[in-house]
């Protein structure tokens, strides 16, 4: 039930990013299309990767994410960007499936570091990473420069 | 005084991503290598790359970095794992330098995030950042999964 995800999943994948973006009270930010998630996912030289999870040929959940690398240990890592199950098909193991692919995958290529960031108020989520041996890298804090800051920097 | 790195700078880089790998209290968490730096820089489909200061053919400062995802926007983005310039040569905005060269090829390519994590007690970075219009992404945590964990979550 849980595969890499095909072209033909990409329109279902599109609205798993919207229903989770929705959760996050972010749904306006979602620019993404179905053609631009094509060209990135699917083109010569992917550099972002997808699973699902497939129950009966419908697509109820996502895993998206690309290689992160350590300059410390000098290796690559997974970090996971999106990860979503439908509420209609929670609590029946989906989510963790795709978390185990994950890591089965980095234990197979020898990425010592999988990760992902999690919003500090969604407890649910945080209990249940917790609950599998992730821990929060509380000591630090992501920046981030866009839009004009970006343009003037860059300029 | 910019530049990509080339082969032959590698020695050079190993040596400041442990200096500052030890102002970051972690020495002993530097396992990369020469070896595998060339590799994963300068391999057949590189995924990580890297900016370095040149003084008088001597490197004295880093930025490496590798491409992340945005599925919100559907694009990529730029990362930046390392930033360090040796202390005898700041305050003559290398560090800068490296960062507007970021911004230069984010702009460029499309890129609409540029971003890093930064250690929370690290002030005189982040003042350095908030400077240059960097917005700390304070509602979000790294959760990472390692070692055992990782191994009993993948098997």
């Keep these: 039930m849980i595969r890499p995800a095909k072209v033909g999943d990409l329109p279902e994948i599109l609205q798993l990013i919207k229903d989770l973006a929705i959760y996050e009270k972010a749904e306006h930010e979602v620019l993404a299309t179905v053609e631009e998630l094509e060209r990135t996912l699917f083109g010569e030289v992917p550099k972002v990767f997808a699973h699902v999870v497939d129950v009966d040929g419908k697509v109820v959940g996502i895993a998206i994410w ?8 000098g290796k690559h890592g997974i970090y996971l960007e999106d990860l979503y199950v ?26 010592p570091r999988f990760q992902w960031w999690v919003l500090d108020w969604n ?20 920046h981030r420069i866009t839009g004009e800051a970006l343009k003037k920097l860059g300029s």
């Design 66 to 73: 690309f290689l992160n690398y350590s300059t410390w240990l």
């Design 86 to 111: 439908q509420p209609e098909f929670r609590g029946q193991g989906f989510g963790l499936a795709l978390l185990k692919e994950l890591a089965r995958i980095c234990v197979e290529r020898g990425y």
């Design 123 to 142: 407890s649910p989520a945080i209990e249940f990473y917790s609950s599998h041996g992730a821990v929060a890298m509380d000591e630090w804090t992501v």
